[in-house]
């Protein structure tokens, strides 16, 4: 991770960084075995053993860790909803699908520290008395594919996965399976259709996945970070983890500064930390440039504006401040971009990636993208924006899964503080933005008519 060469004191990393799961990916070769164990590696998992499951799970709980995923359940709380003494298999299915735009923690996190991902699966195996484990990795990967293939095969070799795991009498299979590139089958339901071999489309809810789930039996779904901060949490134990973030949002978890800024990377902090702080200490936009808007957790959670930069970045602040924290997926716009642009481009990845199954996401999707396809080429009138509304308002919370409040968001919030620039567009007959001038025109030749013809 590359720091600004001035810091000042007050905003200094060493002040404001917790760095766990990121602790030494810098050093050569940090995704092996050796190096996990020299790191105390599986420390974490020898003190779960010597816990009764049900112990372990009340552990998790009382640490307060919460899902990063996207919507922050409390982890140890899941783990309770599997039915004990059922006699069906549990399993344990860990989301590493990581496909929202601006979302980008999951992926390096795999292919810098695998092995902890791999102790954490071991850890809430044992506490949900699951046998087998599976890794729904986004399928494009190819080298975090190839490189957690080979942890596992370590792990195995090593005696922390297999028969009788460090002579606990614990067995414990780990599949790892690697998706087709569909968004949607980050959708946890979706996820388990697709593991099961076939399409990947939500499923409807009751039963939720903790009674029938993976084969109809009960199951886990979690993300990548929560699983992999488990170990952390136990070798540490459950004070050290509150003792940072807030008491609703408690520990440490990674941001990821994306965008128009002057050192992009993983920032791995306490929970409550501001957009300010991390500027302030990574350089902060790039040179002569100023922050406009900013997603605080990709792109289908409501974006913020620069009135927003002392905003606590935990579950509770984002929230009262009117948008999510999602996956702390900081994608910084400055000034030189257009919104109209941004939530365009935003909304043809929702439209492409709609699955189908619900007519108000399917239908509403299209619909959006027409809509935005013309203001953003100067062919809009103004009754478009009540319309745009009015379609996202059709959208939320009327869609079978969060996919289609997730493309509603930055219909809604966009319209909220940049309506006047969607006005100029309209108005002008065309983006006000120089293209020579932003980023984000990169991808396409200057000019929307040829986008739009
Ligand atoms: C369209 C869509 C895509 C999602 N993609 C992911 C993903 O890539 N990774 C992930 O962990 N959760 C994703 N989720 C959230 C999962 O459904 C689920 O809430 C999460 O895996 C639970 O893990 P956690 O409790 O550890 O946060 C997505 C949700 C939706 C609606
Ligand atoms: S909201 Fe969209 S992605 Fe979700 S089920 Fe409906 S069509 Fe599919």
Redesign the pocket.
């Known amino acids: 991770m590359t720091l600004a060469a001035e810091i000042d004191h007050e905003t200094s990393p060493e002040k404001l960084l917790a760095p766990v799961l990121s602790a030494f990916w810098d050093e050569e070769k940090s995704w092996t075995l050796e190096t996990y164990l020299r790191h105390d590696g599986y420390e974490g998992l020898r003190k779960a053993l010597t816990m009764a499951p049900d112990d372990l799970i009340a552990y998790v709980k009382d640490s307060g860790l919460?899902?990063?995923?996207?919507?922050?359940?409390p982890?140890g709380m899941?783990w309770q909803f599997i039915p004990q003494g059922d006699g069906k298999p549990h399993y344990l299915v860990v989301?590493?699908?990581?496909?929202?735009p601006g979302?980008c923690k999951?992926i390096p996190l795999l292919f810098a520290n695998p092995h902890s991902l791999i102790e954490g699966i071991v850890i809430a195996c044992y506490a949900i008395r699951s046998s087998h484990a599976f890794v729904y990795l986004?399928g494009e990967v190819v080298p975090v594919l190839r490189r957690l293939h080979e942890a596992v095969r370590e792990a195995y070799a090593a005696g922390y996965l297999g028969k009788d795991i460090l002579g606990s009498g614990l067995d414990l299979e780990l599949t790892v399976h690697a998706g087709a590139g569909a968004?949607?089958?980050?959708?946890?339901?979706?996820?388990l259709d697709s593991l099961e071999g076939r399409r990947g489309q939500?499923r409807l809810r009751p039963p939720f996945p903790a009674v029938a789930g993976l084969y109809a039996c009960p199951t886990v779904?979690?993300?990548?970070?929560?699983?992999a901060s488990v170990p952390a949490i136990l070798q540490r134990g459950k004070d050290w983890f509150k003792s940072m973030g807030s008491e609703k949002s408690p520990g440490f978890t990674l941001y990821s500064l994306s965008g128009h800024v002057t050192n992009p990377g993983q920032y791995e902090a306490p929970l409550g930390i501001t957009l300010r702080q991390l500027l302030d200490m990574s350089g902060g936009m790039r040179a002569g440039h100023r922050l406009k808007f900013w997603t605080p957790g990709g792109s289908?959670t409501p974006m913020f504006t620069d009135e927003h930069l002392d905003v606590p970045l935990d579950y509770e602040g984002v929230g009262a401040a009117g948008s999510m924290l999602g996956?702390k997926a900081l994608q910084c716009f400055d000034e030189t971009t257009c919104v109209v642009r941004a939530v365009t481009r935003w909304t043809e990845f929702y439209a492409h990636?709609s699955c189908g199954k619900c007519t108000p996401c399917r239908e509403g999707t299209y619909w959006l993208v027409q809509l935005l396809r013309d203001i953003e080429a100067g062919k809009g009138v103004m009754a478009d924006l009540d319309k745009l509304n009015d379609i996202a308002d059709n959208i939320n919370g009327k869609s079978f899964?969060?996919?289609g409040?997730?493309a509603a968001s930055p219909i809604f919030s966009s319209l909220k503080y940049f309506r006047e620039e969607y006005e100029q567009h309209i108005t002008g007959k065309g983006c006000p933005f120089d293209p020579a001038k932003s980023t984000l025109w990169a991808d396409r030749p200057a000019g929307n008519a040829q986008v739009n013809a």
């Open positions: 919460r899902g990063r995923g996207g919507a922050g359940f982890t899941k989301n590493a699908d990581e496909s929202e979302t999951d986004r968004y949607i089958c980050g959708e946890e339901t979706a996820l939500p779904v979690n993300n990548v970070e929560s699983i289908s996956t990636e899964c969060a996919l409040d997730g």
